[in-house]
């Protein structure tokens, strides 16, 4: 086996067709590691000066059977500037991507370090986050010696794997909030409303609607609910260019929305769908439906969807175990982050040491 570090975006894009085959076929890869999600993100993002392609790819007789997509971020701590390798792109389930029938993923996992070792000149930190604990990834760096005093706990990913209810009477027993029906009875009654459900590539782009409705969700909570600290992603023209990039014409988008009977957007999820996962990663809601316990009515709207149209997935509520998300679930996965200095790189080892002496001191 030997590795090769892609550096440009021409390179990037050659590798689409290994890339896309690998990750059909590794049901642990989110749709965070796919190659339309990256290379659309570095579409938005090339023009940034503090960022440098580090895709590490390794071949065995010449055939592409792994990648890291990485990147170089320059970064700045108080006075000193350093460089941080870490995952392209951003997502709360990240990856790298492994030719699984091969059999060799040691060996793959192997080679890509030594890639990553090999050009330490070029890094000063190694911070690799959001690796779940399904993955080989996670469990190379457990058994490697160098590795696994650097790899910690990062956050909890609640999740609900539908496959395991054989209908949505059986996982309400024990999994819908208590109150929920009365919710849902009360918004039907004093408003009414419909469930649908959009697929941008098969239905139509929802993307603008959506960001109106966030948008003014974050005015009112700023403005009402003096929540200073909230606002819109898609209040950053960088991020609101990218997922605009990624809804067009995308099937792996799905948009759960509830429509007023005039009409309007009452509250939306938006998810990706990959594999037997959904993604769900933005929420929003109309104000003036503020007092109706949107976000059960929702949740339970999109289950019992996916109940009656026997679509068995596994839902995956994203990064930060918060209340609202284990109400409907006593399950989760566990993520990881390995974030190490570079023991060769003497600035490195500079900076950590007096990021150490802080730490003491607060």
Not at 60 to 87: C, D, Q, T
Not at 121 to 127: F, G, N, P, Q, V
Not at 320 to 346: A, C, D, I, Q, R
């Given at each position: 086996?030997?590795y090769k570090?892609?550096?440009?975006q021409?390179?990037f894009?050659?590798?689409k067709?290994?890339?896309e085959l690998?990750e ?5 890869i989110s ?21 440098k392609?580090f ?5 065995h007789?010449n055939?592409?059977?792994g990648?890291?997509p990485l990147m170089l971020e320059?970064m700045?701590?108080k006075i000193?500037h350093?460089?941080k390798?870490?995952f392209?792109g951003?997502?709360d389930?990240?990856?790298f991507?492994?030719?699984?029938e091969q059999g ?13 070792e ?5 890094w ?10 399904e ?5 190379y760096?457990?058994?490697n010696?160098k590795y ?7 956050v909890?990913n609640?999740?609900v ?8 009477d059986e996982f309400k027993?024990?999994?819908?909030p208590?109150k929920?029906?009365?919710f849902?009875?009360k ?14 590539k098969?239905?139509?782009n ?5 960001v109106?409705?966030?948008q003014?969700?974050q005015?009112?909570l700023?403005q009402?609910?003096?929540?200073a600290?909230r606002?819109s992603?898609?209040?950053d023209p960088k991020?609101?260019e ?9 099937e792996?988008?799905?948009?759960f929305?509830?429509?007023?009977n005039?009409g309007?957007i ?8 990959f594999?037997?996962?959904?993604h ?10 503020v007092n ?8 339970y709207e ?5 109940f ?6 596994t ?17 989760y996965?566990t993520?990881?982050?390995?974030s190490?200095?570079n023991?060769?790189?003497?600035k490195a080892?500079y ?5 150490k ?6």
């Amino acid at each position: 086996m030997d590795y090769k570090i892609i550096s440009t975006q021409e390179e990037f894009y050659n590798i689409k067709k290994e890339w896309e085959l690998m990750e059909l076929k590794d049901s642990t890869i989110s749709y965070y590691s796919t190659f339309h999600f990256n290379y659309t993100w570095w579409e938005t993002n090339k023009v940034n000066t503090n960022l440098k392609l580090f895709i590490v790819c390794v071949y065995h007789n010449n055939s592409l059977v792994g990648i890291a997509p990485l990147m170089l971020e320059r970064m700045k701590k108080k006075i000193f500037h350093y460089w941080k390798l870490s995952f392209l792109g951003r997502g709360d389930s990240l990856n790298f991507i492994i030719n699984r029938e091969q059999g060799n993923e040691g060996k793959i996992l192997k080679e890509i370090f030594s890639g990553i070792e090999q050009n330490s000149s070029l890094w000063d930190k190694l911070e690799l986050t959001h690796i779940s604990e399904e993955t080989v990834l996670f469990w190379y760096l457990m058994k490697n010696g160098k590795y696994n005093k650097y790899t910690q706990f990062l956050v909890q990913n609640p999740n609900v794997k539908l496959q395991e209810f054989e209908s949505f009477d059986e996982f309400k027993k024990n999994n819908v909030p208590a109150k929920t029906n009365k919710f849902v009875n009360k918004l039907k009654k004093e408003v009414g409303y419909t469930f649908e459900v959009i697929n941008n590539k098969y239905d139509r782009n929802i993307f603008k609607e959506i960001v109106e409705i966030h948008q003014l969700e974050q005015e009112f909570l700023n403005q009402e609910k003096g929540r200073a600290e909230r606002e819109s992603l898609f209040d950053d023209p960088k991020k609101k260019e990218f997922l605009h990039q990624l809804f067009e014409s995308n099937e792996n988008v799905l948009t759960f929305v509830l429509y007023s009977n005039e009409g309007d957007i009452i509250t939306y999820n938006t998810c990706y769908k990959f594999h037997d996962k959904l993604h769900f990663w933005n929420t929003g809601y109309h104000p003036k439906y503020v007092n109706y316990n949107l976000s059960k009515v929702r949740m339970y709207e999109i289950i019992n969807y996916l109940f009656d149209n026997k679509l068995q997935y596994t839902i995956d509520w994203g990064a930060g175990g918060y209340p609202w998300k284990f109400e409907w679930t006593n399950t989760y996965l566990t993520t990881y982050s390995l974030s190490m200095w570079n023991p060769n790189n003497k600035k490195a080892q500079y900076i950590n040491k007096i990021a150490k002496i802080k730490k003491k001191l607060i």
